[in-house]
């Protein structure tokens, strides 16, 4: 067994404590629900019916749900109506829960600047059942020339079998990040996944060691919360989406209790190497608007 496989399955066994409360016993059989293929397929249609304004040519069940920072939105409205030309789009394919999330940023009509749009479509039965978008817009969007340099990273490429980590590993390295950031926290948690070389963008600026961020320097390239950990209290439910082939977990996520937010990260050999997160800032937001899940789902 190869010590980069060692270090990963280590990994898994200590990120799982961290989990803590939210752990529950795994109720999905091991058997993939969807393929890859079909995935991305659904996914690229999603991308040409949302810049043709034409939601009617994408397979949707009969109870599809959309929201926009966690307001329900009817199929058709809010960025269905503005959206232009995608310029930028990464994503990533959860084949056990049929879920995709996409992180791009788009065009859009009587707006000078382009818009942030990260969204997650859960798939059933071969068709869209649910949309949950992130969507920054004007002053939030801090750097879109920094997410375009971006664009040649390896996030979809597929990870050899031994520098993988477990889908509970991953998901308890994302569940961690956001815990790093309370200032008193309730439970244990590891940094393990952090203690090598990483680096972070929210909302378009890098905001590690060199990044736009001067008010609190950040000193190291390891995506540490160092300066930021001094939040009141833990951020709200999670919920998840994995894709072990290519080391990527999301996590969306009332940032703080209040900002409708996803962060991207990727993985490889047990550590985060990048984190992209969209996160809309200009108000106070109660909730998601979706039901809480449990973590290791």
């Known amino acids: 067994m190869s010590k980069a496989l060692q ?4 990994g898994g066994a200590i990120l799982l404590f961290a989990l803590g409360g939210n752990t529950v016993a795994m109720a999905e059989s091991s058997d993939s629900a969807c393929t890859r293929e079909g995935l991305k397929s659904i996914t690229d249609e999603y991308f040409t019916a949302l810049e043709a304004h034409k939601p009617s040519s994408l397979p949707l069940a009969p109870n599809v749900r959309y929201t926009e920072n966690g307001i329900e939105v009817p199929i058709g409205k809010g960025v269905w109506e503005t959206a232009c030309k995608t310029i930028f789009k990464r994503g990533m394919l959860d084949t056990r829960k049929c879920g995709t999330h996409t992180q791009s940023v788009i065009e859009e009509k009587d707006n000078p600047n382009p818009m942030l749009y990260g969204v997650r479509l859960k798939i059933d039965k071969e ?3 649910e949309i949950e978008a992130i969507v920054i817009r004007g002053e939030q969007v801090l750097d879109v020339p920094a997410i375009l340099a971006t664009k040649d990273q390896d996030w979809e490429d597929i990870l050899p079998p031994e520098q993988r980590s477990s889908r509970l590993a991953m998901m308890a390295a994302a569940d961690d990040y956001f815990e790093l950031f309370v200032k008193e926290k309730k439970r244990k948690v590891s940094d393990l996944a952090y203690s090598g070389f990483c680096n972070r963008w929210e909302n378009g600026a890098m905001t590690t060691k060199g990044g736009m961020n001067q008010d609190i320097p950040m000193p190291r390239h390891d995506c540490s ?4 950990a001094d939040m009141t209290e833990t951020h709200g439910p999670r919920r998840f989406l994995v894709d072990e082939e290519t080391g990527v977990v999301v996590a969306y996520v009332l940032f703080n209790n209040m900002w409708p937010d996803f962060h991207m ?18 108000k106070e937001y109660k909730t998601m608007g979706w039901p809480d899940e449990p973590a290791c789902k």
């Open 225 to 228: 919360p160092e300066g930021f």
């Open 127 to 129: 068709k869209i059942s």
């Open 7 to 10: 270090r990963a399955i280590l």
């Open 265 to 282: 990260f990727r993985m490889n050999n047990g550590r985060v190497v990048w984190i992209q997160a969209y996160f809309e800032y200009g």
